[in-house]
């Protein structure tokens, strides 16, 4: 039996736009976009640890909303969930303070213009449509 690692990620919107945060690192990682968010710690529940890793990452007051239905594998054991989340009021406008070099609000139209992580892909399609969100279709074909 292989341990499972839950990685959370953050799909924080704000008038529609999606934020988008770009790696910095691992080198085999870095320059690919993705949610922000990270790895659940033992005895962590899943949503104490978006919150955290949104105020590591980001710098960010955050709640969780909720869970989207559905799971990605990553490279075993790590699996991806994706949560909803807001920015609390008074929070400070998120920055890239670690893991991340730059950071992007994707409008509706410009959700496929950033290179995902490849298992981002159909998480971040497959959000959205659950969304109901007007990006939902695209990143298969991709460049369009
Ligand atoms: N955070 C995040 N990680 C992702 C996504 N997609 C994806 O393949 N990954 C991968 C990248 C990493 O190998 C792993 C998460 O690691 P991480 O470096 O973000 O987690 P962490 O902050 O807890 O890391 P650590 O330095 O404390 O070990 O999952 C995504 O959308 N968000």
């Known amino acids: 039996m292989s341990e499972r690692i839950v990685v959370v990620g953050a799909v924080l919107l704000d008038d529609g736009r999606l934020l988008a945060a770009r790696r910095s690192a691992p080198v085999e990682l870095a320059g690919r976009w993705e949610l922000p968010g990270g790895k659940v710690e033992p005895g962590e529940t899943a949503d104490a640890a978006l919150v955290r890793e949104l105020r590591e990452e980001l710098g960010v007051d955050a709640e969780a909303g909720g869970r989207v239905p559905g799971e990605w594998p990553l490279k075993p054991p790590y699996v991806l969930q ?20 730059e950071l992007r609000w994707l409008g ?8 995902w992580l490849a298992q981002d892909v159909p998480a971040v399609r497959e959000t959205l449509a659950h969304l109901g969100h007007p990006a939902a279709r695209g990143g298969e074909a991709s460049g369009a």
Request: proline share 14%; hydrophobic share 35%.
């Open 82 to 101: 994706v949560w909803t989340a807001r920015l609390r009021p008074g929070s400070a406008a998120p920055e890239p303070l670690e893991d991340h070099d």
């Open 108 to 115: 509706p139209g410009e959700i496929w213009d950033v290179d």
